[in-house]
């Protein structure tokens, strides 16, 4: 739980290396550092000798999961590791990943880190418990863990050809054997992984930045559909199944998720949101005296709003940046003395100014009314919301915890509604088209599915299940009997 907080959620970052004379889980430790803004829940890090197994997983940050004792531990040259926000599964410790089942083939172990989410993983769950495998946790992860140890003996490339033309939606995966590390992305391309090269082997992480903290630098990204391969032979890489029908990269990568310094289908992510605020600039004009961005992900496209606009950037508002996973929640009466634990602002900046504020996002409407009035409060004489994505009108089931569609404000309310909640002179989003363009990538190649409603592929049963709580349970099994009914 992240108090003061409306912002969507990443599920996971992951990580690997195979590098045989480093010490390869302090290059995971590092490279879990690095991705840590993409999952504060838990942490764990896997390695292999060769002929051993070393695991260990922690709830918290990665800081606070791992010592210098943990990592002595952890010896080998193969590592794989992770950083959670659950979508999929509570936060408990049994989520923690890596998680590590037997091959049912040779009893050895394999080790697997899962940013994403299947979409059919309550399908898959039935047949392998009818199959006798029991579930250690909750994560729709354990499924493709246990798909790959069940997959018919063959070549690697035959056991990921029957994983992959089961599972369904968005996976980002590392996958550890006793001597080989692999990566595999989904043939949408939903959530990001690229490939680095060392000098003693290869690097996989769900982000750029990862491998630039390492000095590795950026071979190229894990394509969709492709699955990657690391041995002592060097790298190899395959596509085991067929491209799919659409590409379908997360939108939501570029305007938030992603670190500003990582570079997602070869644009740098710091300058896709700089081009987002200059849009917005264009489609939403007003005149004003300073421009200033909700830290931090959104202060690249206030930057980029400032200098479309000619009007000057400043900094109004000061991130408290360690504030992330507690467990000490503000009571109500905190909440209603405005207290904010996330932000201060600069009442010297703001005060008597008409301010331009850009954000990334309004999710359920909770967070930006208290920005705006913090922002008020500190004298600002007008207040303009700007933000750099289209209205948030459908859940995610790709790996992005937001909200239900009830909870969801701009599937509820119009525009002038959301702007008198939120207490702003006015308010204007970022066109679909506008979006798209500032991420520098084909628009055909993006899920807008939170932005259109439109999916990628049928998540009908998790749109039933989402809502369930607003069903009475007769409807429910009859609209969950038809949507497996209705499955191709
Ligand atoms: S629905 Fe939205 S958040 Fe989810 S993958 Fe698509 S663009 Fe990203």
Redesign the pocket.
């Known amino acids: 739980m992240i108090p003061d907080s409306d912002n969507?959620r990443e599920a996971c970052g992951v990580f690997g290396v195979y590098s045989p004379g480093d010490d390869v889980a302090r290059l995971t430790f590092y490279g879990l550092y690095a991705l840590q803004h993409r999952g504060q829940e838990s942490a764990g890090i896997a390695t292999s000798n060769g002929t051993d197994f070393s695991l260990r997983t922690g709830m918290g940050l990665v800081s606070q999961v791992f010592d210098e004792e943990d990592l002595a531990y952890l010896r080998g040259h193969i590592s794989i590791g992770h950083t959670r926000y659950s979508t999929s599964g509570g936060s408990v410790a049994c989520n923690a990943q890596p998680i590590v089942v037997n091959d049912r083939h040779n009893g050895e172990p394999i080790a697997l880190a899962h940013n994403g989410n299947l979409t059919n993983v309550e399908i898959l769950r039935e047949d392998l418990e009818a199959q006798g495998i029991q579930f250690e946790s909750t994560a729709d992860s354990e499924v493709i863990a246990h798909l790959l140890s069940i997959a018919p003996a063959g070549t690697w490339e035959e056991r990921f050809h029957y994983v992959m033309r089961r599972i369904e939606g968005?996976y980002s995966v590392v996958i550890m054997t006793r001597d080989r590390l692999f990566a595999m992305r989904d043939p949408m391309g939903?959530?990001p992984l690229c490939i680095g090269k060392m000098e003693n082997g290869w690097v996989v992480a769900s982000e750029s930045c990862a491998l630039e903290h390492l000095g590795v630098p950026m071979e190229r990204e894990v394509q969709p559909g492709e699955v990657v391969m690391v041995d002592a032979q060097g790298m190899t890489s395959f596509f085991p199944v067929a491209p799919a029908r659409k590409r379908?990269i997360?939108?939501?990568?570029y305007t938030y998720?992603a670190r500003p310094d990582s570079r997602l289908g070869g644009q740098l992510v710091y300058l896709a949101r700089e081009a987002m605020g200059a849009q917005l600039a264009m489609e939403h004009p007003v005149g004003a005296d300073i421009v200033v961005g909700v830290p931090d992900s959104a202060i690249p496209a206030a930057i980029g709003y400032a200098r479309a606009a000619g009007i000057p950037y400043r900094e109004g508002l000061v991130k408290n940046r360690y504030v992330g996973r507690t467990f000490i929640q503000p009571d109500q009466r905190i909440r209603e003395a405005g207290v904010s634990l996330k932000f201060n602002a600069l009442s010297e900046v703001l005060r008597g100014k008409r301010v331009v504020l850009v954000d990334d996002s309004i999710v359920r409407g909770t967070t930006t009314p208290r920005v705006v009035s913090l922002v008020r409060n500190a004298g600002a004489a007008e207040v303009h919301m700007r933000i750099t994505t289209p209205p948030?009108v459908?859940?995610?089931?790709?790996?992005?915890d937001?909200a239900t569609k009830a909870e969801l404000i701009a599937a509820n309310q119009s525009i002038e509604e959301i702007r008198a909640h939120i207490g702003a002179d006015s308010l204007g989003f970022l066109s679909l088209d506008g979006l798209n363009v500032s991420t520098g990538q084909v628009p055909a190649d993006?899920?807008?599915?939170?932005?259109t409603g439109v999916?990628?592929l049928n998540v009908q049963m998790q749109m039933d299940r989402l809502e369930a709580p607003r069903l009475r349970e007769p409807e429910l099994v009859a609209a969950e009997s038809l949507n497996r009914a209705g499955r191709p």
Do not use: D, H
């Open positions: 969507p968005a939903v959530r379908a997360c939108t939501f990568e998720f948030i459908s859940p995610c089931f790709l790996g992005v937001m993006l899920c807008n599915a939170c932005f999916y990628p």
